[in-house]
């Protein structure tokens, strides 16, 4: 099975190096020096790491037979592609691989269906589920712990608390409804305003 690990960005200075947009929470596996990856377009590779470091905060890697500047900046977007085998699994249980999470059930904690995990977006600040409702519409889960409580690879489910407004709009009139004061007093509760 193949897993888009890196992401070449621009060229860091005139021998070759690149810097890499890192897709992995193993890098020091999946990036060390001697691996060979697969590129997406394929005409760019398959690239063998040659050296990597770390500079301001940031992973640089150097490719064999890419030893200049010109070369290293045509590899800029170039998508780095391991080959990992099905059955492995990340050494910590709260981690899991893409292929693991597709086309997972996404269900509310009451069980009513929201749809099924087609795509997993990595931004740099979180990954995202792009979830197919059943109607055809899309909607985008963050994937963090406040939102989604759980993963279950057995059952093929994920289960999802979603704030207000987050999966139906109509969840926000429901939810801001449910906000008012209890007495009906027409008294603020907590934390709102006067």
Known sequence: M???????????????EVTVEV???????????????????????????DTGRVHSGR??????????????????????????DPDELPEDPEEFYDHQLMDLDV??????????ISEITHLPSQDLFIVERPDGSEVMIPFVEEIVTEIDLEEQRAVVVPPPGLIDESQAVIASSRGEDEEGDGEPGPGKDA
């Open 2 to 16: 193949q897993l888009v690990v890196a992401r070449i960005g621009r060229a860091h200075g005139i021998k070759g």
């Open 107 to 116: 269900v509310l904690t009451d069980g009513t269906v929201v749809g099924r």
């Open 59 to 84: 992973l640089l890697l150097r490719f064999e037979g890419v030893r200049d500047r010109t070369a290293a900046e045509a590899l800029r977007n170039t998508l780095l592609i391991a080959e990992v």
């Open 23 to 49: 897709r992995t929470d193993e890098p020091e596996l999946r990036l060390a020096p001697g691996a060979v990856l697969a590129t997406e377009p394929a005409g760019a590779g398959p690239l063998t790491i």
